[in-house]
């Protein structure tokens, strides 16, 4: 979230200017509410510090705070309960306003107090359940001992005269100390402001008429006038209605006329009183305006997102479905004409899973309620589609849940690509990892994979066995012909070997000189006359050199192991081997059963 852009200055007269003014605010709340001798019933000096601090860099804040704590001083000692308050009175002050400001850094990252719905919350509580409940005792203390008010009654003319005040006018203060009015007025079309200049001289007349002129108390007769202000005119018009409100009614109370008059207790209850309703005046047309405000940033966050979203969909290569929770296709990209071969607005409302090979289909389904279930992950699946001439082609679909307000998936999206292309390479590749390049057997990787499926069968009962072989002195021939001639000869031995065998054996290459034939259905006496099949193709010498030239005579040694079930595949290889290992030591050229 991009954060709120913090005042700072460097003039030498800032700290003078909010000294200033923080002394003019308090005296003459000081002159105007201190009814009954002790705490001004009015305090709006500590709103103009917090918000001072709240929009400033943390650097700045010393400057302001020894400034203002002299304004509090000088104003307490000369207009409020003297001298002796003076200090102690200040430095409450301080502590109030530090107070909401620190607790307000930390809980609001983006130092937005107005504007959302959550940082004005925070503002509310670290306002009236921490700062004042402290502040006000610590107040309530100094003037329970310097004037003749006791401390329960000095504490609440605190706790409501610095609530109310801060509540009211913080907000407000801090909208203009962040630039708010000046891009009000740079951004706002004429026809806005001239609609809120109207809204708010209606609303004046209106504040006017219930504190002036009504005979009867007509309150409640400025909340439609407010509701309206600041759903029309947002965050600004809310506080220039309170400002109105405040002034009007202030005035009038203070002069005791008005409704509030009609209240039995002192003027300060009376001030009190009409303080409360300013706040709750306050926080429900500032409430109203942030969470139009947070709506109208919603709306145009939504309004990007669906022009960036419909210049991909209608111009991607890929095919976007905008499916619902139970599988219906409600928006399909202009592409599925070309990926799919129908038309997109044919799609509509027909369910995505008819797209998919019947084979497929469970594996599609579950990925889409899976999505569902994990909002907020992408999940892939491949799959070969249906297209419109019947043929197959394999898809990878990229599907991602969509949720509403309340964070429930109303559906996904997905994105489909033709994938038939990489899936024919990827088959490519890997026939060829399948294969041996030089002689044409399978790899080392393909053949013990064919032989760990086969000893799978083989635990169903399928009999088959495994053929070790190892040509007879093949470093000799490397040494004496060379290792193209060594090339050769390999490859001639696969080739010889290829029509002794069936077409549902295998024979791959383990390494060197070594290799393995999987026999499949064939117990040991047949496997054993195979080997034997085999060493007679061998009988004629293998051509090493050009048309004519000279060949070599090629022997081998086997070793022969019954596949069992119940055994692993390196334990049946291991088996093979020994058995291979004893054929070379009994004279090579010869097949050897495991033991």
Same mark, same amino acid.
């Given at each position: 979230m991009q954060r709120s852009a913090l005042r700072h200055s460097s003039s030498i007269f800032a700290p003078v200017i909010t000294g200033s003014v923080y002394f003019v605010v308090a005296t003459l709340a000081l002159l105007l509410s201190r009814f009954e001798g002790?705490?001004?019933?009015?305090?709006?000096?500590?709103?103009?510090?917090?918000?001072?601090?709240?929009t400033s860099r943390t650097r700045d804040w010393p400057r302001a705070i020894i400034a203002c704590a002299i304004a509090s001083a000088v104003a307490t000692a000369l207009f409020g309960m003297g001298p002796l308050a003076a200090i102690p009175m200040a430095a409450i002050n301080i502590v109030e306003s530090l107070i909401v400001a620190i607790i307000c850094r930390r809980f609001v990252p983006d130092r937005r107090i107005i504007g959302a719905i959550r940082p004005l919350v925070v503002f509310i509580i670290a306002l009236c359940g921490v700062a004042n409940v402290i502040a006000g005792a610590m107040a309530?203390?100094? /003037?329970?001992?310097?004037? @003749?008010? @006791?401390?329960? +009654?000095?504490?609440?003319?605190?706790? +409501?005269?610095?609530?109310?005040? &801060?509540?009211t006018f913080a907000p407000i203060l801090i909208l203009f100390l962040q630039g708010e009015c000046g891009r009000w007025l740079r951004d706002t079309p004429v026809r806005a402001k001239?609609?809120?200049? #109207?809204?708010?001289?209606?609303?004046?007349?209106? $504040? =006017?008429?219930?504190?002036?002129?009504?005979?009867y108390p007509l309150l409640f007769a400025s909340l439609l006038p407010l509701v309206l202000i600041a759903f029309r005119t947002g965050q600004m018009g809310a506080a220039a209605s309170i400002i109105i409100l405040a002034v009007i009614g202030g005035v009038a109370t203070l002069q005791g006329v008005g409704p509030m008059t009609m209240l039995s207790g002192s003027t300060g209850m009376r001030v009190q009183y009409f303080q409360f309703y300013l706040a709750l005046s306050f926080l429900m047309s500032m409430l109203v305006a942030a969470e139009l405000n947070s709506r109208r940033r919603l709306f145009l966050m939504l309004q990007d997102s669906e022009a960036r979203y419909r210049a991909i969909a209608e111009h991607s290569?890929?095919? #976007? !479905?905008? $499916?619902? =929770?139970?599988?219906?296709?409600?928006? *399909?990209?202009?592409?599925?004409?070309?990926?799919? &071969?129908?038309?997109?607005?044919?799609? $509509?409302?027909?369910? /995505?899973?008819?797209?998919?090979d019947p084979q497929d289909r469970a594996l599609v389904i579950a990925t889409h309620r899976r999505a569902l279930t994990h909002p907020g992950v992408s999940h892939t699946v491949e799959f070969r589609s249906l297209v419109s001439d019947g043929d197959l082609q394999w898809c990878e679909m990229v599907s991602r849940a969509v949720v509403d307000e309340r964070g429930i998936p109303s559906g996904v999206v997905s994105m489909i690509r033709d994938m038939s292309r990489h899936k024919a390479r990827q088959q490519a590749l890997q026939q060829v990892a399948a294969r041996d390049s030089l002689t044409g057997a399978d790899s080392r990787r393909a053949f013990l994979d064919k032989l760990e499926a086969e000893i799978l069968r083989a635990r169903q009962g399928a009999r088959s066995c495994l053929l070790l072989i190892d040509i007879d002195h093949f470093k000799a021939v490397n040494d004496r012909y060379g290792h193209g001639a060594g090339d050769r000869v390999l490859s001639a031995f696969v080739e010889r070997l290829r029509p002794g065998l069936r077409n549902i054996d295998s024979i791959g290459r383990?390494?060197?000189?070594?290799?393995?034939?999987?026999?499949?259905? +064939?117990? $040991?006496?047949?496997?054993?006359?195979?080997?034997?099949?085999?060493? *007679?193709?061998? #009988?004629? @010498?293998? @051509?090493? &050199?050009?048309?004519?030239?000279?060949?070599?005579?090629?022997?081998?040694?086997?070793?022969?192991?019954?596949?069992?079930?119940? +055994?692993?595949?390196?334990?049946?290889?291991? *088996? *093979?081997?020994?058995?291979?290992?004893?054929?070379?030591?009994?004279?090579?050229?010869? !097949?050897?059963?495991?033991?």
């Amino acid at each position: 979230m991009q954060r709120s852009a913090l005042r700072h200055s460097s003039s030498i007269f800032a700290p003078v200017i909010t000294g200033s003014v923080y002394f003019v605010v308090a005296t003459l709340a000081l002159l105007l509410s201190r009814f009954e001798g002790g705490l001004a019933f009015i305090w709006c000096a500590n709103a103009f510090l917090m918000a001072e601090l709240l929009t400033s860099r943390t650097r700045d804040w010393p400057r302001a705070i020894i400034a203002c704590a002299i304004a509090s001083a000088v104003a307490t000692a000369l207009f409020g309960m003297g001298p002796l308050a003076a200090i102690p009175m200040a430095a409450i002050n301080i502590v109030e306003s530090l107070i909401v400001a620190i607790i307000c850094r930390r809980f609001v990252p983006d130092r937005r107090i107005i504007g959302a719905i959550r940082p004005l919350v925070v503002f509310i509580i670290a306002l009236c359940g921490v700062a004042n409940v402290i502040a006000g005792a610590m107040a309530a203390t100094v /003037a329970s001992f310097l004037t @003749p008010v @006791p401390f329960g +009654s000095s504490w609440l003319q605190w706790y +409501s005269g610095h609530v109310l005040g &801060g509540l009211t006018f913080a907000p407000i203060l801090i909208l203009f100390l962040q630039g708010e009015c000046g891009r009000w007025l740079r951004d706002t079309p004429v026809r806005a402001k001239v609609e809120m200049v #109207v809204l708010l001289t209606l609303f004046a007349l209106v $504040i =006017v008429h219930i504190f002036f002129w009504a005979r009867y108390p007509l309150l409640f007769a400025s909340l439609l006038p407010l509701v309206l202000i600041a759903f029309r005119t947002g965050q600004m018009g809310a506080a220039a209605s309170i400002i109105i409100l405040a002034v009007i009614g202030g005035v009038a109370t203070l002069q005791g006329v008005g409704p509030m008059t009609m209240l039995s207790g002192s003027t300060g209850m009376r001030v009190q009183y009409f303080q409360f309703y300013l706040a709750l005046s306050f926080l429900m047309s500032m409430l109203v305006a942030a969470e139009l405000n947070s709506r109208r940033r919603l709306f145009l966050m939504l309004q990007d997102s669906e022009a960036r979203y419909r210049a991909i969909a209608e111009h991607s290569g890929d095919v #976007v !479905l905008n $499916i619902s =929770v139970d599988g219906i296709i409600h928006y *399909a990209s202009p592409s599925a004409a070309e990926q799919i &071969g129908c038309a997109p607005e044919l799609l $509509i409302g027909q369910s /995505a899973a008819n797209l998919v090979d019947p084979q497929d289909r469970a594996l599609v389904i579950a990925t889409h309620r899976r999505a569902l279930t994990h909002p907020g992950v992408s999940h892939t699946v491949e799959f070969r589609s249906l297209v419109s001439d019947g043929d197959l082609q394999w898809c990878e679909m990229v599907s991602r849940a969509v949720v509403d307000e309340r964070g429930i998936p109303s559906g996904v999206v997905s994105m489909i690509r033709d994938m038939s292309r990489h899936k024919a390479r990827q088959q490519a590749l890997q026939q060829v990892a399948a294969r041996d390049s030089l002689t044409g057997a399978d790899s080392r990787r393909a053949f013990l994979d064919k032989l760990e499926a086969e000893i799978l069968r083989a635990r169903q009962g399928a009999r088959s066995c495994l053929l070790l072989i190892d040509i007879d002195h093949f470093k000799a021939v490397n040494d004496r012909y060379g290792h193209g001639a060594g090339d050769r000869v390999l490859s001639a031995f696969v080739e010889r070997l290829r029509p002794g065998l069936r077409n549902i054996d295998s024979i791959g290459r383990l390494g060197g000189e070594e290799f393995a034939i999987l026999l499949v259905d +064939s117990d $040991i006496d047949r496997a054993s006359m195979i080997c034997e099949r085999l060493r *007679a193709r061998m #009988v004629d @010498p293998i @051509p090493v &050199g050009e048309a004519g030239g000279e060949a070599i005579s090629v022997t081998f040694s086997a070793g022969l192991v019954k596949l069992d079930g119940e +055994s692993t595949r390196s334990a049946m290889l291991e *088996a *093979a081997d020994k058995a291979l290992y004893r054929a070379k030591h009994s004279g090579r050229n010869c !097949l050897r059963l495991a033991a």
